[in-house]
């Protein structure tokens, strides 16, 4: 499996930015794919995942509200909408796959494909 993000960029406080992720080779229904992220001094914190089977979405608290996940099957993708973006939401963003049952749990160690991260920063 291959995933690929894009979408990263700089954004003002209270913008909008869309991540996407596309996933290469096979991927099972009983997976998820999703987003961490990493800021500057910080560790690797999970943002949400979407499960391959049935859509169900999963988000850490601190963006629940503000993000919202989904996925295109035609083309292989998955999207991150990041709305009313704030300073704290800067980091690197890493798409990833796993079994449902663990990514919505977040933990970044269980991971079983990486994409390359891609830079967001909030600033004025």
């Known amino acids: 499996v291959q995933l690929q993000a894009s979408g990263g960029g700089l954004v003002q406080p209270g913008g909008s930015l869309r991540l996407s992720c596309v996933a290469s080779g096979y991927t099972s229904d009983y997976y998820a794919i999703g987003w961490f992220r990493q800021a500057p001094g910080k560790e690797r914190e999970g943002v949400s995942c979407?499960?391959?089977?049935?859509?169900?979405?999963y988000y850490a608290d601190s963006v629940k509200g503000r993000f919202t996940i989904s996925r295109d099957n035609a083309k292989n993708t998955v999207y991150l909408q990041m709305n009313n973006l704030k300073p704290d939401d800067t980091a690197v963003y890493y798409c990833?796959?796993?079994?449902?049952?663990?990514?919505?749990?977040?933990?970044?160690?269980?991971?079983?494909?990486w994409g390359e991260g891609t830079l967001v920063t909030v600033s004025s």
């Open positions: 990833a796959t796993a079994p449902i049952e663990t990514f919505r749990w977040f933990p970044p160690d269980a991971m079983d494909y």
């Open positions: 979407i499960s391959n089977s049935d859509g169900t979405t």
